[in-house]
């Protein structure tokens, strides 16, 4: 049985991390969209953001497992 490798699980842990972001930031602004529509666009820059990061941690990740071969 082939062993896990490290930098792989770390760099699923930060995709899992920046994919969970993405969702907490869209439930707040669903949130605060009910209380005053005005909160609506505060959040647009912070969910680019994190979008954007967690399609570079996507990328980062099946960069890695499919150079390296991880299991």
């Known amino acids: 049985m082939a062993e ?10 930060q995709w899992t991390d920046c994919s969970s972001r993405v969702k907490n ?5 669903l ?3 009910k209380i005053s529509a005005q ?5 647009e820059e912070q969910i680019r953001l994190a979008r954007a990061a967690e ?5 980062t990740y099946f960069d890695h497992v499919n150079t390296h071969g991880c299991p």
């Open 25 to 29: 930031l869209m439930d707040e602004q």
């Open 55 to 59: 399609i570079e941690a996507r990328r």
């Open 4 to 13: 896990r490798c490290p930098e792989r699980g770390l760099l699923l842990s």
């Open 39 to 43: 909160s609506f666009a505060s959040f």
């Open 31 to 33: 949130a605060a969209t």
